[in-house]
């Protein structure tokens, strides 16, 4: 074992003696990441406005941005960009200037021993156009992928996140694709850790019975192919009435460890690992609450979940209602429903 897959797992070393059985010890601490999605290098449309113009159309961390977070106990942070900006055209070689720009506010944060995920925000997309289609063929998305990881592969303190939410388009499909982007990144030598996503959205609580998106993907993710098996799945799960993440309304205290539970149960009957990549609340009674349950049932199920990152911050946001960049010099509400789950 690498010994940079053992600090990943020390977050997973208190298991329960026989398989299956969570961890009954040491049990509501921190995950050992805590984090948060620093949104804005996905705020244009590549269709409509191909070419991307730093600080008008998209940004990415700054300095400030990571030590404020840093300074709260956060130390994992998912940094959005898209695959257009670093790659014009498939299979060609990358934009520099924007790689460059890339790198330069990822190594601000792995500098300071902090983690970064990268997040290709494009829902398993390229120009509007699915993964695996004929327009942008599974080949494409791992030359993409093979490109990006021989850039980070020196860095473990960068993981790589496939790809924001596949949707709308066959199980099987995506899982192909995964697949082949994940042996295209350890064909580079790279040793990151992966995040896998799912289809549909890559929600929870649709994970194993979701029949909406096709076939679910707990019938097929597991087929996934790592041969350094250095992944875990990333999932998101919003708390609102139909988990979208686009109400305010919260539907009960209880529902975020609800809507994570048959996930959790699938994961350890599967030996899988997990990280939530999205979740948030607005604010509210009935959202701090929930999130305290969540948040609580994730530290006890701590064999399975590696960590999280909210939804997310970044100046672009303005007055998004789950925003946790800071207003006028001050904090927003929901950091403190997070502060008891933090690194510090």
Known sequence: MKAHQLIILLGFALVAAKPGVAAQTNVMKPLPYTGVNLAGGEFYDPVKTPEPMYGRNFSYPTRAEYEYFAGKGMNVFRVQFLWETLQAKAKEPFRQAEL???????????????????????????????????????????????RLANEFRGDTNVWFGLVNEPHDMPTEQWLQAANEAIAAVRKTGAENLILVPGNGYSSAHGWVKG???????????????????NYVFEVHQYLDKDSSGTHREVVRPTIGSERLKEFVEWCRQNKQRAFLGEFAVAEGET???????????????????????????????????????????KDRPQMEYLRGHLQK
């Open 287 to 329: 959202g701090r609450l929930a999130i305290e349950d969540m948040l609580q049932a994730m530290e006890r199920d701590r064999d399975v979940w590696l960590g999280f990152t909210w939804w997310a911050a970044g100046s672009r946001w303005g007055n998004y209602m789950f925003s946790l960049e800071p207003k006028d010099g």
């Open 211 to 229: 029949k909406w998106y096709g076939t679910s993907n707990g019938s097929v993710m597991q087929k996934i192919h790592d041969p350094n098996s």
């Open 100 to 146: 460059d720009r890339l790198k330069s506010t990822v190594k601000l944060a792995t500098a300071r021993g902090l983690t970064v995920i990268l997040d290709p925000h494009n829902y398993a997309r390229y120009y509007g156009k699915v993964v695996g289609s004929n327009e942008v063929p599974y080949d494409a998305f791992a030359d993409f992928w093979g």
